[in-house]
């Protein structure tokens, strides 16, 4: 007789930011399972905040190494709202083209996405919460996005948001 296990149940929180839209980019993701915490997160150049919202789920489910349930936390009502309002569903049917006729923005990650969830077999329920706001966990991911950013900024020679506060103002010469 073979015994079948029940899915692990994993909590992954996301989140992404941008310096600039289009800029250096970050995102961060946090897995929660069973009382053990992993953070991911990393960085691109000449990005978007939606494409690093969208990024941090793709990598969050991408690190998994089994078939989960998995309840993604996000603040980006673009990335919750595309499967909740069934947004998603509509773009392919219509051949990744909106309502309008016009050809759905990131469609790349999107497909992406939807390829990762089919592969690893994940049952993924998305789940809005409140940027900037009370949960601890959402505000961890935006500080690893942020932190992903200067990163990518030291990596490139360009000034942080830190070093250009404490820059001193050069006087005008007329």
């Not at 505000?139 to 506060?165: F, H, V």
Request: proline share 4%; aromatic share 8%; with cysteine.
């Amino acid at each position: 007789m073979t015994q079948t296990t029940a899915e692990k149940s994993v909590q992954l929180y996301t989140d992404g930011a941008c310096s600039g839209n289009p800029g250096p980019g970050g995102w961060g993701a946090i897995l929660n399972y069973n009382g053990k915490t992993k953070e991911l997160s990393g960085h691109m150049s000449g990005t978007t905040n939606n494409r690093m919202e969208l990024f941090a789920v793709i990598s969050g489910l991408g690190a998994l190494k089994e078939p989960c349930k998995v309840d993604v936390f996000s603040d980006s009502s673009y990335t919750v709202n595309a499967f909740n309002e069934h947004w998603i569903d509509n773009w392919q049917k219509n051949g990744w083209l909106t309502s309008d006729k016009k050809p759905v923005e990131n469609s790349d990650l999107w497909k992406l996405l939807l390829q990762i969830i089919r592969v690893k077999k994940h049952q993924v329920t998305f789940h809005k919460v409140k940027g900037h706001a009370d949960d601890p966990r959402n505000n961890r991911c935006d500080e690893l996005a942020r932190a992903a950013i200067q990163e990518y900024r030291r990596m490139n020679g360009e000034s942080t948001e830190e070093e250009k506060k404490d820059a001193p103002v050069q006087p005008s010469i007329k």
